[in-house]
């Protein structure tokens, strides 16, 4: 089945605002890039700290857990500078990510804005894009620089990305693997969409009332979205009148 039962969120027919998650979203979990992007932060502290991968990896995790991203963790404890941080995080091989025609052309019949709201560095989404083949698809990435390192679900990032692009929240639909960093999502009045299939603390409790729709194959349920919408009059077309 592609989609779940949707638990509430606004009528899709009524969202002008798509935004999107990047990494394990618009691609398969299945890829498996932040293994690599794992390996490439431990390579990173080793060097750093003088210390071996399995400090480093314990290191990692803490950060993770007690600040959202490893990156404000080495910002705030270590005084790492972020930009040379992830420069070197995300020089990795993006081949495992393959073309994806039917989301892009679910995307192109998609009406309303599309933006793109990313923990990860700009750069990283462009490659990423050009795989998937959707490097013009999106309005504008918003990435972990413009957030000012305040990861997602910091509220503070989801504020800046609003007051960024003018997005109303309330006729916004947010897409994310990530259950939790729906939850700010679901609190400013967006509708929500969660995709799931990642490790257990991206998962979201059946039922939850920051998820609105569960969603397993993005670019169906898109393609769907569109007969949704009421059919637009052809111009000169007069209204018709009720019997």
Same mark, same amino acid.
């Given at each position: 089945?592609?989609? /779940?039962?949707?638990?509430?969120?606004?009528?899709? /027919? +009524?969202?002008?605002?798509?935004?999107?998650?990047? $990494?394990?979203?618009?691609?398969?979990?299945?890829?498996?890039?932040?293994? +690599?992007?794992?390996?490439?932060?431990? +390579?990173?502290?080793?060097?750093?700290?003088?210390?071996?991968? +399995?400090?480093?990896?314990?290191?990692?995790?803490?950060?993770?857990?007690?600040?959202?991203?490893?990156?404000?963790?080495?910002?705030?404890?270590?005084?790492?500078?972020? /930009?040379?941080?992830?420069?070197?995080?995300?020089?990795?091989?993006?081949?495992?990510?393959?073309?994806?025609?039917?989301?892009?052309?679910?995307? /192109?019949?998609?009406?309303?804005?599309?933006?793109?709201?990313?923990?990860?560095? %700009?750069?990283?989404?462009?490659?990423?894009?050009?795989?998937?083949?959707?490097? $013009?698809?999106?309005?504008?990435?918003?990435?972990?620089?413009? *957030?000012?390192?305040?990861?997602?679900?910091?509220?503070?990032?989801?504020?800046?990305?609003?007051?960024?692009?003018?997005?109303?929240?309330?006729? *916004?639909?947010?897409?994310? $693997?990530?259950?939790?960093?729906?939850?700010?999502? %679901?609190?400013?009045?967006?509708?929500?969409?969660?995709?799931?299939?990642?490790?257990?603390?991206?998962?979201?409790?059946?039922?939850?009332?920051?998820?609105?729709?569960?969603?397993?194959?993005?670019?169906?349920?898109?393609?769907?979205?569109?007969?949704?919408?009421?059919?637009?009059?052809?111009?000169?077309?007069?209204?018709?009148?009720?019997?």
């Amino acid at each position: 089945m592609n989609a /779940r039962t949707p638990n509430g969120g606004r009528p899709l /027919r +009524e969202i002008e605002t798509w935004v999107f998650d990047l $990494d394990n979203t618009l691609y398969p979990h299945s890829c498996n890039l932040f293994s +690599e992007v794992e390996a490439r932060m431990a +390579e990173f502290m080793c060097a750093e700290f003088g210390i071996d991968t +399995e400090a480093a990896h314990a290191m990692r995790r803490r950060y993770f857990m007690t600040y959202g991203t490893t990156l404000r963790g080495l910002m705030n404890e270590n005084g790492i500078d972020p /930009r040379r941080f992830l420069d070197y995080v995300h020089q990795i091989d993006v081949t495992p990510v393959q073309p994806a025609p039917k989301l892009k052309a679910a995307l /192109r019949a998609l009406e309303g804005r599309k933006l793109i709201f990313t923990n990860a560095d %700009h750069r990283h989404a462009e490659r990423v894009l050009e795989r998937l083949g959707l490097a $013009d698809a999106f309005e504008a990435v918003f990435d972990i620089h413009q *957030a000012d390192y305040l990861p997602k679900p910091n509220h503070a990032a989801y504020a800046m990305f609003i007051e960024r692009f003018a997005v109303e929240p309330r006729s *916004a639909a947010m897409v994310e $693997d990530i259950a939790p960093n729906l939850v700010p999502a %679901h609190a400013l009045g967006m509708t929500t969409v969660w995709i799931p299939g990642g490790p257990d603390w991206t998962q979201a409790q059946p039922d939850a009332p920051h998820v609105h729709h569960v969603v397993e194959d993005l670019a169906a349920w898109l393609a769907e979205v569109p007969a949704a919408r009421p059919k637009r009059r052809k111009t000169g077309e007069p209204k018709r009148r009720s019997a």
